[in-house]
């Protein structure tokens, strides 16, 4: 997405940047590996493809992409940064994480309704995430991605994707306080996720920030979850 184009959202142990052509070498170097294509439901593309879709999804406004960055080491890194700065592309990239909006969204004053939209059809934005590098797992890495992601797409505190999740919107300083976030923002209740059935893992990560299992569709091996689903 152009929007955040130039965005970096900072977290305590990890960055995130936009996607940008000095990552895609990498990238593609992972998306080689035929595990993480089953996990990613992802397709296997060659290096030029690979260059084609980082400049795709950097016009899409659909797709809102961020790699994952690892803080390592000391070096302070100020809140607004540049994704140039040499303390930032000097870190090693760990994973990426994404989300694809399908249909047409409602504005955030009405968050709190039904996300359908005019013609029917519901309003959703699908969250994916990978920490590709096996050493970077384990370490609380992509749920803070996640967190500052949600954030950063609703403008709605990282607090909020808990377990049990608040529902008010965030009023006063609460609300004040999130300073980074998408010019359109979408609505808290139209985040979902698809992963395979199998994935326990990614699930479990999903249910810590307040997402429930609301479908299983047995022929793709997959469930669907649900940002503060009531099942
Ligand atoms: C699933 C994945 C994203 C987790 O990343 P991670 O950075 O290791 O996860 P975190 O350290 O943030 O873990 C957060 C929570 O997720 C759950 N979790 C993560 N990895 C787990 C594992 N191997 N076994 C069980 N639970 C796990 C735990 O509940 C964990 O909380 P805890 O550490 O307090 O127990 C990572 O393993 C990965 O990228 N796998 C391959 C790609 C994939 O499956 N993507 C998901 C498709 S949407």
Aim: aromatic content about 10%.
């Amino acid at each position: 997405m152009l929007c955040n184009k130039n965005t970096v959202l900072v977290g305590k142990k990890i960055l995130l940047v936009p996607y940008q052509i000095e990552h895609v070498a990498k990238y593609h170097n992972w998306m080689e590996n035929e595990e993480l294509r089953a996990l990613t439901a992802s397709e296997p593309l060659k290096l030029e493809q690979e260059y084609e879709m980082q400049q795709k999804w950097q016009m899409d406004e659909d797709k809102l992409t961020f790699i994952i960055i690892a803080r390592e080491g000391d070096t302070f890194i100020p809140d607004t940064v540049n994704p140039t700065d040499p303390r930032v592309s000097s870190l090693p990239m760990v994973g990426d994480v994404n989300i694809f909006l399908s249909g047409t969204p409602l504005s955030v004053s009405e968050s709190t309704r039904s996300p359908a939209s005019d013609n029917g059809q519901e309003f959703t934005a699908e969250a994916e995430i990978m920490i590709a590098e096996p050493l970077y797992r384990r370490r609380g890495y992509a749920q803070e991605a996640l967190r500052l992601m949600f954030q950063y797409a609703t403008g709605y505190p990282a607090e909020y994707f808990v377990h049990h999740p608040r529902t008010e919107e965030p009023q006063g300083e609460e609300a004040r306080h999130v300073c980074v976030k998408m010019p359109h923002s979408i609505p808290p209740s139209s985040l979902i996720t698809r992963i395979s059935d199998k994935n326990f893992p990614s699930i479990k990560l999903f249910e810590q920030l307040g997402f429930r299992i609301t479908k299983h569709v047995e022929v793709f091996e997959e469930v669907e979850m649900r940002w503060n689903a009531h099942s």
